[in-house]
């Protein structure tokens, strides 16, 4: 008479057999996570130089290009390139390695409104002498007025 040793071979092959569905909770977790901690910082991403903008009843721009290059003229005088400040001869010779790369790129120029017109003036020299074609000067809208 055989003696039975241990559990039969069929019952071993189904406890280890291999699972093909993945289980997705702890993906759905980590992706609801980082959504969260993306809401929270996509806004703080867009702040710039603080710059008392004019007001104008001017169309927007329509956004074409994903990476615009900024320039801040504070009211000081002082500019910035992003939240960078640089001098007006560092921003030329930045300027023109850039547009030696991608003369299209569009550059907007948020000046203060008490800066003089020749302030002003002397940074759009520096990008147009740069190679730059397109270059917007932001203001704040307002809406248009009844007269």
């Known amino acids: 008479m055989g003696v039975k040793l241990g559990k039969p071979r069929r019952g071993r092959l ?4 291999v699972m093909a ?18 809401m929270i910082t996509a806004p703080l991403l867009t702040a710039g130089v603080a710059v008392n903008l004019p007001k104008a009843q ?3 721009i329509n956004q074409q290009d994903n990476s615009p290059i900024e320039i801040s003229v504070t009211k000081g005088g002082a500019i910035y390139m992003g939240e960078t400040a ?14 030696q790369e991608n003369p299209d790129r569009r550059i907007y120029i ?6 003089s017109y020749g302030q002003v003036m002397g ?10 074609t ?3 000067l932001v203001t704040d809208p307002v809406a248009a007025q009844s007269q």
Not at 14 to 17: I, K
Not at 110 to 115: E, P, S
Not at 123 to 132: E, K, N, R, T, Y
């Open 123 to 132: 940074v759009m020299a520096a990008v147009s002498s740069s190679g730059f």
């Open 14 to 17: 189904r406890a280890h057999a």
């Open 21 to 38: 569905d993945i289980n997705v909770t702890p993906l759905v977790d980590v992706m609801l996570v980082l959504l969260i901690i993306f």
């Open 134 to 136: 397109k270059i917007a």
């Open 58 to 60: 001017a169309k927007a």
């Open 86 to 99: 640089v001098k007006l001869e560092r921003l030329k010779g930045i300027l023109a390695a850039i547009a």
């Open 110 to 115: 948020k000046a203060d409104q008490g800066l």
